[in-house]
């Protein structure tokens, strides 16, 4: 039988010359200004350009912040996702999107915390160092916190997604809202009262989004807590990371105590977030991945308090 000779070994160029093979060229003569006092400034064009823009800036940006809570762990470290814009005039062709990093930056310099009163220093900073009328500040984050099993008291670690926004403007005044989505479990109510043995549940994703009212920080409130209280209090039962066998009865009858549509929570959900002095506006909604179905059951519920007075 022949034998073909094999071998692993490769004859390699220099590297400079691999470079060449994939298509790099050599530098060519650069003749425009190379300081920045001496380049064109083309954001900065004063013209009619037709129409003002609400946002421009940066988004998913992704920075280390400080996140405080009254529920364990107390301080923790996260990764937010940024979203910095600011309103741009019609006369202006465009902003200095360079300006919005530096000033995190800057900012995050001692530990960008997660809380109203930083950001608000942070978006003043911003708007001055921009000039512009308006800027906003929206940045996501997973929350943690401790949670024990509801008898054996084991624990694990739950999260939920949150988020702040701020829209400051040159006067000084400033919106202030906030978002939480958290997991629930919901048993269908339908499902109890028609079937001989048991009912069929599922996990829900509660949203709750609200504009806190203009004294809201005279409240000091850790607004993360009140939120999902308000998700998981009207639930059918909460969400455990970890559950032995005493734990998993606690909850299935707790669920088979308090069924829920998903219109109940969302009703119940406002009720509580309408009761809460330092809230504005909110939208509160409810998405079921259903269990005997493809589909999702949602509903939603958005109020303003302020219209409604």
């Avoid at 300081?35 to 998913?60: C, L, P, R």
């Avoid at 000033?103 to 512009?132: C, H, I, K, V």
């Avoid at 002095?277 to 509160?284: A, E, G, K, L, R």
């Amino acid at each position: 039988m022949n034998r073909t000779k094999t071998s692993s070994h490769i004859d390699l160029p220099p590297k400079k010359e691999h470079h060449r093979i994939f298509g790099s060229v050599e530098p060519g003569p650069k003749t425009k200004p190379t300081t920045k006092a001496t380049m064109s400034d083309i954001q900065n064009t004063n013209e009619d350009f037709f129409f003002e823009i609400n946002a421009v800036g940066v988004g998913n940006v992704k920075y280390p912040i400080v996140v405080r809570s009254e529920l364990e762990p107390y301080e923790q470290t996260s990764i937010g996702s940024f979203s910095l814009t600011g309103k741009l005039g019609r006369m202006k062709k465009g902003t200095n999107m360079s300006r919005f990093l530096e000033q995190l930056e800057q900012s995050s310099d001692a530990g960008l915390e997660m809380n109203f009163t930083s950001l608000l220093q942070f978006a003043a900073d911003l708007q001055r160092r921009l000039q512009q009328e308006e800027v906003t500040i929206e940045v996501d984050f997973p929350w943690f916190y401790k949670r024990l099993g509801p008898n054996e008291e084991k624990a694990g670690m739950n999260h939920s997604d949150v988020s702040l926004k701020i829209t400051y403007h040159e006067n000084g005044t400033a919106t202030l809202a906030s978002s939480l989505s958290t997991y629930v479990t919901t048993l269908c109510p339908c499902s109890k009262e028609i079937s001989e043995y048991s009912a069929h549940s599922q996990r829900g994703l509660v949203t709750i989004d609200v504009v806190y009212t203009d004294d809201f920080l005279d409240y000091d409130v850790d607004w993360k807590k009140v939120l999902l209280e308000a998700a998981e209090s009207n639930a059918s039962a909460m969400i455990y990371p970890v559950l032995k066998r005493p734990d998993e009865k606690n909850v299935t009858e707790a669920a088979y105590e308090n069924p829920r549509f998903v219109e109940d929570i969302v009703r119940l959900v406002a009720a509580d977030i309408y009761e809460l002095p330092f809230v504005s506006q909110f939208t509160i909604q409810c998405k079921n991945e259903e269990s005997i179905h493809l589909h999702d059951a949602i509903a939603t519920i958005s109020y303003n308090k302020e219209q409604s007075s």
